[in-house]
């Protein structure tokens, strides 16, 4: 198994241009999340998906889309990057437990750069 | 409104000392408590975990202790040794259902020197 991959590992962005971020899994997981951490901050919840089809919104959603086609890929959307959504995104997805620990797994992260 | 956080930005302990790592909570309706670990340039690994039935947990050198009453949680590490220095998260949730979806909720971390 690969686990949680996410593509690419760095991005520069201007500030103005839109981009995805790819996250995929291969172990089956109905619940994938994306993070953002920033120095201080900790890891802040952006979107996260219970399943295909399904979305929300987390603690930090706004200028971020998501979308949740398939059980393996959660792709994050930034419509038109600032220089604030400059930080490390970590994508995690888990098994959805609906009663008991969730641990989730994480991918090794994507450090974007906006100017 | 930050609903758990770790207010020890850093803590350096020496090799084989014991290290306490702290996490304060303030949502009662937690119910799930995971401690991370994270290394440069990597994601965060699951490193320990405890449910609010239970007020200790314990996997080798590792004890994770809840107090529910104070709405706090600790990480021991004994011995602490230099491959644990790393950046420790901890992480709540609610129980899936009654309109909860089980998201995790982060702190802001602490990182963890230990010296030889």
């Known amino acids: 198994n690969a686990g949680v991959t996410q593509t690419p590992k760095f991005q520069v962005l201007k500030t103005g241009q839109s981009m995805t971020l790819q996250c995929a899994q291969d172990?089956?997981?109905?619940?994938m999340s994306w993070y953002r951490q920033d120095p201080g901050m900790g890891l802040r919840l952006i979107h996260y998906s219970v399943g295909a089809g399904i979305t929300d919104q987390g603690e930090v959603p706004n200028g971020y889309n998501v979308s949740r086609s398939t059980t393996e890929d959660f792709p994050l959307r930034l419509l038109s990057a600032a220089p604030s959504q400059t930080s490390v995104y970590f994508c995690a997805s888990s098994y959805r437990v609906t009663s008991g620990i969730k641990e989730q797994f994480f991918g090794p992260g994507t450090r974007l750069t906006v100017l | 409104d930050q609903q758990v956080k770790q207010n020890s930005p850093s803590l350096s302990v020496q090799e084989g000392r014991i290290s306490i790592l702290n996490c304060d909570y303030t949502?009662?309706?937690?119910?799930?408590f995971l401690w991370y670990k994270k290394y440069p340039a990597e994601g965060p690994t699951f490193l320990i975990s405890i449910s609010s039935i239970k007020d200790k947990n314990e996997d080798g050198r590792f004890t994770v202790f809840l107090n529910k009453s104070a709405k706090h949680l600790s990480l021991h590490i004994v011995p602490s040794q230099p491959g644990d220095s790393a950046v420790y998260f901890c992480a709540a949730s609610e129980m899936e259902g009654s309109g909860n979806t089980g998201k995790l909720i982060f702190g802001q971390g602490t990182t963890l020197q230990v010296k030889p």
């Open positions: 949502n009662s309706m937690f119910d799930y």
């Open positions: 172990m089956n997981h109905e619940y």
